[in-house]
Structure formats: C-alpha cells, structure tokens
Antibody, heavy 121, light 110 residues
C-alpha cells in the first residue's frame, strides 16, 4: 500500500525558511509526479508546484516562483518542499500528493498526512 | 479568489441526493480532466472522482461525476451523515500551467 509520510509541525519566524519532507513507500517513487498543495486555516486548497523525481524537473505556481524549491531524493524516496522568506500568510497545512499514473488528467491519488507550518514572531 | 467556482455550501437530508457544481473556463475545465476530492474535518483530501467521471477503487457508486463544457458536477446519492465534509474540484489550467481548485463546498447532511 502506498504511503506518503510527512515531517512534523514547524514554527518559524517571519523571514526564515522551512523545509518539509515527504517520504514515500509502497510504490515506485521515481516514476510518479509529486505535487505540493497547501491549505491555510479555514481556506481551500492551493497548488504550489510539482516534481518528477525520475527527471528531477520541478514546476512551480507563478505565485510561489522564486520562493519555493521542490526537490526529490530517489535514493530515499523522499520529496522536499522548501519555502523561503516566510510571512504570516504562509501559515498553513502543507500536503504532498502523488499524481495518479494511469489517468488522462493529473489526479492526486495519495496524500501525505499534512504538515502544519506556523509563521509567527 | 479561486479559479474554479463552487457553491460555498449545500445541504440535504439523509438518503437524499445532492449535486455540487464547479464552474471554470476553456483554459481549465473546458479542455482538461476534472477531479473531485472529499476532505473530512482534520484530514487530508481523498480522491473521489478522476478523469471527469471515474471512481478509484473503493469509492462507492453513490458518488458520480460529469462534465459539460466548462462546468463539472459531483453527484452524491443515498446521503449519509458520514458524507458531511468539504468537497473540492480540481483540474489543470493550461494558461496558468498550474493545478487549480475550486474554493470548496461544505456538505451538511441534515
């Protein structure tokens, strides 16, 4: 069974950076696209970007360009999302999600449990 | 402001049917496949429908999806109290080169 297990909650100061990990098990990590989606308190889902581990290619939502870096370590089946220049509006639960392979679109079939990042002075 | 538009809330009685709409444009729903997600309180989203109308293994046929033009619809029949959740539509937006979501619809089973 596929599982995505994320790192624990973080409390960060404004202006600092945070790096969240997402370790995959039960599937062929390199073959799948991993996306990062965040959800601010009481708000909806917001896509941040994605990476194809086998290619090492990442794409980012325009809103986060220059502030987010998504990487993947094939040797440990782990994806990472680093967000810099944190501000209070970045307080949210951050999810990693796997894109289903056998589909015409890009549905997210497995999700991590979420990582709460709190930005506060 | 979400790229896709969903009603903030819908409600219906147990056993009844409800539909949730998702409206977009030609750059997203009109030319791409739609997915639907269920998010129970305090949990990660769960894939309910993909490729407009397909159900992943384990999703009961009470859940259905359809798409017409630049709109999509999620249908839920035989409502149960356990269906109370937030529901999100999502698709790729070719102009933004990004996955986009609706703002979410809170389902209340009265």
């Amino acid at each position: 069974q596929v599982q995505l297990v994320q790192s624990g909650a973080e409390v960060k100061k404004p202006g600092s950076s945070v790096k969240v990990s997402c370790k995959a098990s039960g599937g062929t990590f390199s073959s799948y696209t991993i996306s990062w989606v965040r959800q601010a308190p009481g708000q909806g889902l917001e896509w941040m970007g994605r990476i194809i581990p086998i290619l090492g290619i990442a794409n980012y939502a325009q809103k986060f360009q220059g502030r987010v870096t998504i990487t993947a370590d094939k040797s440990t089946s782990t994806a990472y999302m680093e967000l810099s220049s944190l501000r209070s509006e970045d307080t949210a639960v951050y999810y990693c999600a796997r894109v289903q392979a056998d589909s015409s679109g890009y549905p997210f079939d497995y999700w991590g449990q979420g990582t709460l990042v709190t930005v506060s002075s | 402001q979400s790229v896709l538009t969903q009603p903030p809330s819908v409600s219906a009685a147990p056993g009844q049917k409800v539909t949730i709409s998702c409206s977009g444009s030609s750059s997203n729903i009109g030319n791409n496949y739609v997915s639907w997600y269920q998010q129970l309180p305090g949990t990660a989203p769960k894939l309910l429908i993909y490729d407009n109308n397909k159900r992943p293994s384990g999703i009961p046929d009470r859940f259905s999806g359809s798409k017409s033009g630049t709109s999509a619809t999620l249908g839920i029949t035989g409502l149960q109290t356990g269906d109370e959740a937030d529901y999100y539509c999502g698709t790729w937006d070719s102009s933004l080169s990004a996955e986009v979501f609706g703002g979410g619809t809170k389902l209340t089973v009265l």
